[in-house]
């Protein structure tokens, strides 16, 4: 099974807030190889500057390590055809332009979206890709 990390739920593990258990548990299934955990680069960039905002530099960076330490692959690059989805998740569905990059990302994987923000639900009704609610 595949799923595609949302910036959201790794904030979540941080901040300690509801939901932060079910990624956990998928941090240690991957561990354990049962599943495999996906980020987009855009998404890591989100937990990077949320964590300046609250402890600077050195916790910024040291946060963005312990996700790269985990079995988390980084999806570093955006190829054209999740260009052009998340083009058309951004116009169809009113998300953020990062929230359009994890949709068409995880859509062009196959894999399950984690998050918790609502934003999503639309394209989820639509049938665009399958969440993994964690709220």
């Not at 901040?15 to 548990?25: F, K, P, R, Y």
């Not at 990059?101 to 399958?130: C, H, N, Q, W, Y």
Request: proline residues 3%; contains cysteine; glycine residues 6%.
């Amino acid at each position: 099974m595949l799923y595609l990390l949302d910036a959201c739920a790794l904030l979540a593990v941080f901040n300690g807030e509801h939901g932060a258990n079910i990624v956990l548990d998928l941090i240690e299934q991957a561990r354990a190889g049962t599943i495999r955990l996906y980020m987009s680069i855009v998404q890591l960039l989100e937990v990077y500057y949320d964590r300046l905002y609250i402890s600077g530099e050195y916790g910024a960076r040291i946060r963005v390590e312990s996700i790269l330490a985990e079995p988390i692959s980084i999806i570093e690059s955006i190829s054209y055809p999740v260009m052009y989805e998340a083009g058309r998740f951004k116009t169809t569905y009113s998300m953020s332009l990062a929230d359009a990059i994890a949709a068409a990302t995880a859509r062009s994987l196959a894999a399950t979206l984690v998050t918790k923000d609502k934003e999503m639900k639309p394209a989820e009704e639509a049938g665009e890709f399958p969440i993994l609610w964690i709220k």
